[in-house]
């Protein structure tokens, strides 16, 4: 008998990221401009019945609101508990325990954790050389014959997007029934362009989007994939009935038909601070990687990541420290917040890249 915790699983720990308070949240990359109004509207108006009786079994409503946003077949949109239920339950379709999962790294930590939960084999494939080069040929990624596919896009927590010659050339090389393609759009919101579309005609690739980031709403947990109808009908039977919550389905429907336009006009805040940060990083003689995504990737040189990071935390200022990134080195990731969010940010870092490393030690400043 298979010994308890099963040997491949037994390894994983609980999900533990930094989550003490602090004044500004820049850690996560969720909304730091408030919630949506159509999505307040939707929760204060909960109902007895809203407790008491099971959701829709597959929150049809959201569906139908995808595809009406989308302008998509509703045949082609699945929903979730979260886009990380969307993953989990995408590679728990796409193959047996015991296949693969290939994907570029660095990407999205839960890939390997999810791959390993499903029973599946992580193929970790390095994107980048050691001077920060190319990504992977299209051969790379399907070299360990995986029943599976995974691509970030824009790449968390990079921030940079594949160009889309490359994905094509990923799905051409697949071909119309080898590995299943999963396209993490978490942040194609934030994006010059997607491949949303493209999914619907397509025989094997799943775009996966979320409504934790551009739409504000990661408390809620609420996710969508759009995809070929039989690829997207055996991620539905995975994930299961109940997934989407009443409360949680009637506010997502709402901040999809978004009547107020308060997602386009956050999203073009975004990107106007983001260029800025961008910009004043740069000219501070850092330098930030290009970014297509709500965050931005700032390699360190000579500093640490977690003295950095526990710096900026004693200056108020969350961020997510990412140490010894392939080809990369230290680096810090930075959500992009509303302006004056950002300015005192640059001018924490500006307090923490000043003082020596000694310094921040003897003030406390150091993990
Ligand atoms: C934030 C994020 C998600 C979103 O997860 P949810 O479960 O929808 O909150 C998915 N993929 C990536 C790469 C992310 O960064």
Redesign the pocket.
Same mark, same amino acid.
């Given at each position: 008998m298979t010994p308890f915790p099963r040997p491949t699983y037994a390894p994983l720990t609980r999900y533990a990221p930094d989550r003490r308070p602090v004044e500004i949240d820049l850690s996560d990359?969720t909304s730091r401009f408030g919630a949506h109004p159509g999505v307040l509207r939707a929760i204060r108006s909960a109902s007895e019945e809203d407790v008491t009786r099971y959701p829709a079994v597959y929150a049809d409503a959201l569906r139908s609101a995808v595809a009406e946003r989308y302008g998509v077949p509703v045949e082609n949109v699945t929903t979730g508990c979260? *886009?990380?239920?969307l993953?989990d339950s995408a590679f728990r379709a796409a193959g047996e325990p015991g296949e693969g999962i290939a994907y570029a790294t660095p990407t999205?930590s839960?890939v390997e954790i999810f791959a390993r939960m499903n029973g599946m084999v992580p193929h970790a494939v390095p994107s980048r050389a050691q001077d920060g080069g190319p990504l992977p040929e299209p051969e790379a990624l399907l070299e360990p014959a995986p029943a599976l596919v995974y691509l970030?896009r824009p790449n968390?927590p990079t921030g940079d997007s594949w160009p889309r010659a490359r994905v094509q050339a990923l799905l051409d090389a697949a071909g119309p029934s080898g590995p299943i393609v999963l396209l993490?759009e978490?942040?194609a919101d934030f994006a010059d362009d997607d491949f949303l579309q493209d999914a619907v005609t397509s025989r094997r690739l799943l775009v996966?989007r979320?409504? *934790?980031?551009a739409f504000g709403m990661?408390g809620l947990?609420v996710?969508f994939a759009v995809g070929p109808a039989d690829v997207v009908l055996e991620v539905e039977k995975s994930r299961g009935p109940y997934k989407v919550t009443r409360l949680s389905e009637r506010a997502a429907v709402a901040a999809l038909k978004d009547e107020e336009r308060w997602v386009p006009n956050l999203v073009s805040e975004v990107r106007r601070e983001r260029a800025r940060l961008l910009e004043e990083l740069r000219r501070r003689g850092l330098s930030p990687l290009p970014s297509q995504a709500n965050f931005v990737l700032l390699p360190l040189a000579q500093r640490s990541s977690a003295e950095v990071t526990a710096a900026l935390r004693a200056r108020g200022i969350a961020v997510r420290p990412f140490p010894n990134v392939r080809g990369i080195g230290d680096t810090i990731r930075i959500s992009v917040g509303p302006a004056k969010e950002i300015d005192r940010f640059l001018e924490a870092l500006d307090g923490v890249l000043e003082a020596p490393a000694e310094v921040l030690e003897a003030r406390g400043e150091r993990a």
């Open positions: 990359n979260g *886009s990380d239920d993953l999205f839960m970030c968390n993490d978490a942040y996966v979320t409504l *934790s980031k990661a947990r996710g």
